[in-house]
């Protein structure tokens, strides 16, 4: 392959579309982004309009090949990462969506779920999809909008409409409604499918009355996904890589070997560990999903989320007026040498794995008159440690139980991992070193990775996991005693937030 070989990564996330240009070795060569309006028509309720996140994206594409300065002949394939669980629904026919889209964040879908966990189909539900009930994933979004929009189910049954995840939504519009594909690791967060078997669950989809016509067909998430339309970049270009946000980090990270673990301190954290070919199901509160798949062999992942992340400093920012920029928490942490005792717990939305408390509320606890807003902010930094760390000890406690080796090293990624203090914070806290790799854009990445090895631009795996090259280490300063001190007082005060 020529080195002047370049690959377009689509980043299409909850906030924003993105398109970035990578060179062979991972290096960006140009970025654009766009914001992606939300829309909120009642509490609890979180939409996108599917056109605006098919233009924002096809617009960033296009600005991003202009700045390149490339043509798009030198661009070897196209790879692309979404926000995952987002739900679209569409007419075959006319390539219009129905309804905007039901976002991952909507809890509209709550008591269908409620309803199913009544049913007592749980843990059938967990057997076969590695997930637990909730409305997060696709399943009952779908369910609801098949029930709630005129004339849905009928065409449904008609075999008219299209169920995606934006991964899908996108293809569909790049290759000019050619394809109604998706990948196994978007799959994997529709509610629907059988990662055990890379199949779709008949029977659950006969139990939430879903017609499979809807449904997209599943590929391994590096393989051929179609072409882009020339219309769209000026040249035919083809789709070779396709994962979900989370898993396509976990790949950008080189997460290859099972006990791998990477974490995105984005707005949420996301933390998922490789689990190779095995299928384990968390007895630490965790849920089992597909990782990204190169080839027809399964690869599936533990994964965490904490719900308020990077959110608390912007809750700071904008909710307290602490700090003018995000970045500014760190000086104002750092002005004081600890929390002086200060605990904060931000469950502003209940709080999410390992705990599972969706009536959870915020708690901010061991305020003295010598406190002052630099604890706080520290004390809220300090929260996305403690709830990571939460998340990796769930994460050991079942490599251990599954007979893997100790967890050894965290692989960090997203906009919170920039700040210092906290990365030191969170190599204490778990005592293993923190690594902070040079290209930080591993989501982008993952699925550009993904494509060049479809499009025979890199041999293997291990030729990607020689490019990833760390920036910064962070390695534990503190004593494990200590640590462990830490971690019993952020217990107790999540004791308290889910008392509260
Ligand atoms: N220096 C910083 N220290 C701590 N948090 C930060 C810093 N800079 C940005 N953030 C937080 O990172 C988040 C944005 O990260 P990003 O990866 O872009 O998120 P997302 O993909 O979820 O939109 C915001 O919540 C912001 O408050
Ligand atoms: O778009 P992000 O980065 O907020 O990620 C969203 C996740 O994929 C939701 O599961």
């Given at each position: 392959m020529p080195s002047d070989t370049y690959l377009l990564a689509l980043d299409q996330g909850t906030s924003s579309s993105r398109s970035i240009v990578f060179d062979r070795q991972g290096q960006i060569h140009s970025l654009a982004q766009q914001e992606l309006p939300q829309i909120y028509p009642s509490p609890g309720w979180v939409e996108h309009d599917p056109q605006l996140i098919w233009q924002t994206q096809l617009s960033t594409a296009q600005q991003a090949l202009k700045q390149s300065g490339l043509t798009a002949a030198q661009i070897s394939a196209v790879g692309i990462t979404n926000q995952r669980e987002t739900t679209v629904l569409w007419h075959k026919q006319t390539g219009q969506p129905l309804h905007n889209a039901i976002v991952w964040q909507d809890r509209r879908a709550e008591p269908a779920c409620a309803a199913l966990r009544a049913a007592g189909h749980e843990a059938r539900i967990q057997h076969s999809t590695g997930l637990r009930i909730d409305a997060y994933f696709s399943a009952t979004k779908l369910q609801w909008l098949l029930q709630h929009l005129p004339g849905a189910r009928q065409l449904a049954e008609?075999?008219?409409?299209?169920?995606?995840?934006?991964?899908?939504?996108?293809?569909?519009?790049?290759?000019?409604?050619?394809?109604?594909?998706?990948?196994?690791?978007?799959?994997?967060?529709?509610?629907?499918?059988?990662?055990?078997?890379?199949?779709?669950?008949?029977?659950?989809?006969?139990?939430?009355?879903?017609?499979?016509?809807?449904?997209?067909?599943?590929?391994?998430?590096?393989?051929?996904?179609?072409?882009?339309?020339?219309?769209?970049?000026?040249?035919?270009?083809?789709?070779?890589?396709?994962?979900?946000?989370?898993?396509?980090?976990?790949?950008?990270?080189?997460?290859?070997?099972?006990?791998?673990?990477?974490?995105?301190?984005?707005?949420?954290?996301?933390?998922?560990?490789?689990?190779?070919?095995?299928?384990?199901?968390?007895?630490?509160?965790?849920?089992?999903?597909?990782?990204?798949?190169?080839?027809?062999?399964?690869?599936?992942?533990?994964?965490?989320?904490?719900?308020?992340?990077?959110?608390?400093?912007?809750?700071?920012?904008?909710?307290?007026?602490?700090?003018?920029?995000?970045?500014?928490?760190?000086?104002?942490?750092?002005?004081?040498?600890?929390?002086?005792?200060?605990?904060?717990?931000?469950?502003?939305?209940?709080?999410?794995?390992?705990?599972?408390?969706?009536?959870?509320?915020?708690?901010?606890?061991?305020?003295?008159?010598?406190?002052?807003?630099?604890?706080?902010?520290?004390?809220?930094?300090?929260?996305?440690?403690?709830?990571?760390?939460?998340?990796?000890?769930?994460?050991?406690?079942?490599?251990?139980?599954a007979g893997a080796k100790p967890v050894s090293q965290l692989r960090v990624d997203g906009g919170a991992s920039v700040n210092n203090l906290l990365m030191q914070f969170q190599a204490d806290l778990l005592g293993i070193p923190v690594l902070r790799p040079r290209i930080t854009e591993t989501t982008a990445l993952g699925a550009a990775w993904l494509a060049g090895l479809q499009a025979g631009v890199y041999a293997n795996t291990d030729e990607l996991a020689q490019l990833w090259q760390p920036e910064r280490q962070f390695l534990p300063t503190m004593g494990r005693a200590r640590a462990q001190e830490h971690m019993q007082q952020w217990d107790h005060a999540v004791r308290q937030a889910t008392a509260a």
């Open positions: 008609q075999g008219l409409l299209a169920f995606g995840t934006v991964d899908s939504w996108l293809i569909w519009n790049l290759t000019k409604g050619a394809k109604h594909v998706t990948d196994v690791s978007n799959a994997a967060r529709t509610m629907l499918f059988d990662i055990r078997r890379n199949a779709w669950d008949q029977e659950l989809l006969d139990l939430l009355g879903i017609p499979s016509s809807v449904l997209p067909q599943v590929q391994p998430s590096s393989s051929d996904f179609g072409q882009v339309h020339p219309a769209w970049l000026g040249a035919s270009l083809p789709i070779g890589g396709v994962a979900g946000d989370q898993q396509a980090a976990l790949f950008g990270q080189a997460c290859f070997d099972s006990g791998m673990i990477k974490n995105t301190y984005g707005t949420g954290c996301f933390m998922l560990m490789q689990t190779g070919a095995q299928f384990e199901l968390s007895g630490n509160g965790l849920i089992t999903t597909s990782a990204a798949q190169t080839s027809q062999q399964v690869q599936y992942a533990l994964e965490g989320s904490v719900f308020v992340g990077g959110a608390v400093v912007q809750w700071l920012r904008d909710g307290l007026n602490a700090i003018h920029t995000s970045g500014d928490v760190q000086n104002l942490a750092e002005s004081v040498p600890d929390s002086g005792g200060v605990m904060m717990v931000p469950a502003f939305t209940g709080l999410g794995a390992p705990y599972w408390q969706p009536e959870a509320r915020g708690t901010i606890t061991g305020i003295t008159r010598g406190t002052s807003i630099a604890h706080i902010a520290r004390a809220a930094l300090e929260s996305i440690a403690y709830q990571s760390t939460a998340l990796l000890d769930a994460m050991s406690r079942d490599a251990c139980q």
